[in-house]
């Protein structure tokens, strides 16, 4: 497609950017190359507006919209950005927003891009184009698969489970760092094992190579080594005229490698993120890629700070300013908004677990009568075990709740059934797939299915290897079922998604016979179904649904939501990019923020600082901060289960305190909220305690 100069129409779409904004919008227009941009946006800021008009900016000035890449961090966010950048065109063009979206071919995920961009080149990279493409639940199989033909599942000491092992690989991979480092900071535990870990990582590429399958890593890995490769990485920037980057705090340095090498100069790339919000450390996530940006390319990128917010009140953002002002390192910056508030955030001091989960609970009904739905209120916390106290008093309320989290779709067994089964026919070297396949197959068990896949790897031709196999007698009308079924899959000129049609029937009887919900779970496979028709292949289906699956399914505990309002709880990770008019954040003691887990170093405290600072900046009009004075703690040691009592957490000094309420709940029962006591009175209490000693 050729780049076509688009006219600008009469009333200017750009009038509801603020001068920020807009500086980000217009950056080097006109000026070829453009130099790289760093866009800090801070929370609540209107950056994905600003990049929607940056791209729409870019196409009006001549730009092809099939040579700019834009990389987010899920599909819906691509999709969103597509469809807001059309807007805007259509508006440039003085017409109707309910056209067809203007095409941006390469908008999707890094791993989206990447697999597509790896099959493009599988070639001449010494891939097979037919490879697929292992999830993350695949991945620990293989893993397990290779440490147990290892000898290391049979080791005297305790050997690292198969997730452990991948986490430790994963972790090596996208940070960057030696294995000897990664196990010192993060898996302290396992560093008596790095020579086997690096004999088993050796002998699990092997596997994957060996049997034509990628993993997630691989494929921001084989990515960045095309990048740096000094012939292909020129021409891989040379695809692109842009590249921009949403949410650029949460990469890893495989990731930034990749933008350097296909750009070294910097030309046309922009990144937009927020350094305040960098909380994804445990996996891979480094700040140092935001913070470091200005300075990656041959040339020093130009900087716009986005400071105006619209989402919270000034008194939220006068507390979350003093909060995140304490941090060591960072790109300066002070919101602002003009949303003037005379309520201050609350402090509220409990005195243990059970008061706070009352005290939650009395104020979500208190905001309910007070007009703000449940849906507009939310219960944040560090980790998913923080709310089991309050989830026991929201049910003996009967206020209905939905927490974040849940079985992802590809995790169900059913989901992975079915897709193992299209997998190995498109893949029969992928012995993960064909192993949960064959054991889906009555009377065949793990020996009959090693003997399987040992057949059709040593045949040229997987089908004639699989019609020519002995399997036992009593699976004998089972197997010639399955015979029949992998024969047409492997047959050509088959049309998608015929194929999932012709598993899904064979996987009835499969699903009745292993599962006694088996009627909820058909459900997920017809959902499988319909998406399976948004896609031109067998191929493209199941790279895609590996890469961005469907957030739910129907095999999760208890029954489907019936009420009209629910209030959301959520851990704080989950919780960014969210917001809600009222925010209460629990245990904001020292030993949940920051974590006693993540008190190692100081770049893991600064996380958690941000972590914080993430949760503050959710809330639009209430924010509560909850700070029990004893709480119940799950130990992982032989200790046991405790409860311990514990300070407000350290990121909030007395400095700060100006910008909250301070609250004192004393009990449920009492119901009341006392002030506390002035410091000057306080002070002289402690005064004369020691003169007592004198």
């Not at 305790?158 to 986490?167: D, E, N, Q, S």
């Not at 922009?270 to 450390?281: E, K, L, N, R």
Request: hydrophobic content about 40%; overall charge negative.
């Amino acid at each position: 497609m050729s780049a076509v100069l688009i006219p600008a129409a009469t009333d200017d779409p750009f009038a509801s950017l603020n001068p920020e904004q807009r500086a980000a919008v217009e950056h080097d227009i006109g000026v070829a190359p453009p130099r790289p941009l760093l866009v800090v946006a801070g929370a609540g800021s209107g950056k994905t507006s600003t990049l929607a008009h940056r791209v729409a900016r870019l196409i009006q000035s001549g730009a092809d919209p099939q040579r700019i890449l834009l990389l987010t961090f899920s599909r819906r966010a691509a999709s969103e950005m597509t469809r807001r950048a059309s807007g805007v065109l259509h508006r440039l063009l003085g017409q109707a927003g309910n056209r067809s979206p203007v095409a941006l071919p390469w908008a999707g995920t890094f791993h989206g891009i990447g697999a597509r961009l790896l099959r493009d080149y599988a070639g001449r990279i010494g891939l097979d184009e037919s490879f697929t493409i292992h999830d993350r639940g695949d991945s620990e199989d293989l893993m397990g698969l290779v440490r147990h033909e290892n000898g290391l599942s049979q080791t005297e000491k305790r050997f690292p489970l198969k997730g452990t092992c991948l986490a430790i690989y994963s972790r090596v991979v996208n940070s960057r760092d030696p294995l000897d480092k990664v196990l010192q900071a993060c898996f302290p535990w396992c560093s008596e094992w790095e020579a086997q870990l690096k004999t088993l990582f050796g002998a699990y590429v092997d596997a994957k190579q060996e049997q034509n399958v990628l993993d997630y890593d691989d494929l921001l890995l084989f990515w960045c080594e095309m990048a740096q490769d000094p012939e292909l990485g020129p021409e891989l920037g040379g695809l692109f005229d842009h590249v921009l980057v949403d949410e650029y705090q949460d990469t890893n340095r495989l990731q930034a490698a990749i933008l350097t090498g296909m750009k070294p100069g910097g030309e046309g790339v922009m990144v937009v993120g927020d350094d305040a919000q960098s909380i994804y450390g445990f996996r891979g996530a480094t700040v140092r890629n935001i913070l470091d940006f200005p300075g990656q390319f041959s040339q020093p990128a130009h900087l716009v700070t986005l400071e105006r917010n619209y989402r919270s009140t000034q008194p939220i953002l006068d507390a979350s300013n003093a909060l995140i002002a304490g941090a060591l390192e960072r790109h300066a910056k002070t919101l602002w908004t003009e949303r003037a508030s005379s309520a201050r955030p609350q402090l509220v001091l409990i005195p243990d677990e059970a008061e706070q989960a009352r005290w939650v609970c009395n104020r979500i009904l208190e905001h309910r009568e007070a007009g703000i739905a449940l849906t507009s209120q939310a219960v944040l916390f560090r980790a998913a075990s923080h709310s089991a106290a309050l989830e026991l008093e929201l049910m003996r309320r009967n206020i209905p709740f939905v927490k974040f989290g849940g079985l992802k779709f590809l995790e169900a067994s059913h989901i992975k059934d079915v897709l193992a089964v299209l997998r190995f026919a498109q893949n029969p070297s992928g012995r993960v797939a064909g192993f949960r396949v064959a054991q889906m197959i009555p009377g065949i068990g793990p020996a009959t299915a090693t003997r399987l896949l040992d057949a059709v790897g040593a045949s040229a031709d997987p089908v004639s290897a699989i019609e020519a196999f002995a399997a036992p007698a009593r699976s004998s009308a089972d197997w010639e079922a399955f015979r029949a079924l992998y024969r047409r899959l492997r047959t050509p000129g088959l049309r998608w998604p015929e194929d999932l049609e012709l598993v899904k029937e064979w996987y009835a009887p499969q699903l009745e016979r292993m599962h006694d919900d088996a009627q909820v779970r058909a459900a997920d496979i017809e959902q499988l179904a319909l998406l399976a028709g948004g896609y031109g292949s067998r191929e493209s289906f199941l790279a895609e649904i590996t890469l961005d699956p469907p957030e739910a399914t129907s095999d999760r505990a208890g029954p489907p939501l019936l009420d009209e309002d629910y209030v959301i709880l959520s851990t704080i990770h989950s919780a960014k990019g969210q917001e809600w008019k009222s925010v209460h954040v629990l245990n904001v003691v020292d030993g949940c923020i920051p974590s006693d887990m993540s008190t190692g170093s100081q770049e893991d405290i600064e996380e958690e600082r941000r972590l914080l600072y993430v949760a503050m900046t959710r809330a639009r009009e209430h924010l509560q901060l909850v700070v029990p004075n004893r709480f119940f703690i799950k130990q992982q040691s032989q200790m046991g289960d405790r409860h311990v009592y514990a300070a407000r957490t350290r990121f909030i000094t007395p400095a700060m305190l100006k910008h909250f309420e301070e609250c004192v709940w004393l009990s449920a029962e009492q119901r009341e909220i006392r002030r506390p006591v002035p410091e000057s009175v306080r002070m002289l209490v402690r005064e004369r305690a020691r003169n007592a000693w004198k």
